[in-house]
């Protein structure tokens, strides 16, 4: 069974950081790219970073550019995306998702559409 699971939320304070990590069981990721994503309660889920699947190519929302890393470990076959200085607007589900697609550098993230393969979701709070 084709899965990928995220891990990793929870409940921090402003400023905070957390590793979520996005594990794929049943396929191997070297040949995807990911993506994260988030949704907020009421809001439309937006797209947050992307890695290429060889992880030379990255790019970033420009909400969380310069706090949000996408890393990935294809020998551990797990993304990861270090979240730092998290506000509470970041309050969010958070999904990877995973599909043959281009993560270019610059310009616009791929779209959900694009993506083959999603995870449940993991919960972010960020809150005092």
């Known amino acids: 069974q084709l899965q990928l699971v995220e891990s990793g939320g929870g409940l921090v304070q402003p400023g905070g950081s957390l590793r979520l990590s996005c594990a794929a069981s049943?396929?191997?990721?070297?040949?995807?790219?990911i993506g994260w994503f988030r949704q907020a309660p009421g809001k439309e889920r937006e797209g947050v970073s992307c890695?290429?699947?060889?992880?030379?190519?990255?790019n970033y929302a420009d909400s969380v550019k310069g706090r949000f890393t996408i890393s990935r470990d294809n020998a551990k076959n797990t993304v990861y995306l270090q979240v730092n200085s998290l506000k509470p607007e970041d309050t969010a589900v958070y999904y990877c998702?995973?599909?043959?697609?281009?993560?270019?550098?610059?310009?616009?993230?791929?779209?959900?559409?694009?993506?083959?393969?999603w995870g449940q979701g993991t919960q972010v709070t960020v809150s005092s």
């Open positions: 998702a995973a599909g043959i697609v281009p993560c270019p550098p610059v310009g616009p993230l791929p779209l959900g559409y694009e993506y083959d393969y």
């Open positions: 890695i290429s699947d060889s992880g030379g190519s990255t």
């Open positions: 049943g396929f191997t990721l070297d040949y995807y790219a």
